[in-house]
């Protein structure tokens, strides 16, 4: 991991690796912007920063998307590559292209799939995008909180129960 710090405060994270002639510093440790950085070397959470930052929600988001969701009982990545291959089915029906035995395809957990039909395709895709909708918009949602919880907690994506709801049991 790399950071960016501005006096003893860190400013910006990242994963990939970075130029340390831009300002990034390297670091063993997991740090946030917000985190205060130590004259040790170590880092340590400020009381005015969210426990979790902004940055970690959104990964996590972008982590559950590429999982994906369960669709008529599959499970189906909802990633832009998934979603892609998806809307280029959906043209191959368009185009006449696809015959009458359909198109079958293999998901990622190994569940052979056969779409015979655009409206079998339409619905697997709007669910898709739905889900991903609703996840970007819970992320939306718990980046405004003023104390981030663990982004990693799965309830905290329960999108069968409003934010509120969650923050409740969590406290």
Do not use: H
């Amino acid at each position: 991991m790399w950071f960016k710090a501005q006096g003893d405060v860190v400013t910006e994270v990242s994963y990939a690796s970075e130029d340390a002639n831009q300002g990034w510093q390297p670091t063993d440790q997991v740090v946030y912007p917000g985190d205060l950085v130590n004259g040790d070397g170590t880092f340590s959470r400020s009381q005015a920063s969210s426990a979790w930052s902004r940055l970690s929600v959104a990964e996590e988001a972008e982590q559950r998307i590429e999982m994906g969701t369960q669709i008529n009982g599959i499970q189906f990545r909802c990633d832009d590559k998934s979603l892609r291959r998806l809307n280029a089915l959906l043209r191959g029906f368009d185009r006449d292209a696809i015959g009458l035995e359909g198109k079958t395809y293999e998901t990622a957990a190994g569940v052979p799939i056969t779409f015979t039909s655009k409206a079998e395709v339409e619905f697997v895709l709007n669910s898709a995008e739905d889900f991903e909708l609703a996840l970007l918009e819970r992320s939306a949602e718990i980046q405004q909180l003023d104390l981030i919880p663990d982004p990693s907690q799965d309830l905290l994506w329960d999108l069968t129960k409003t934010l509120p709801e969650i923050i409740e049991e969590l406290t």
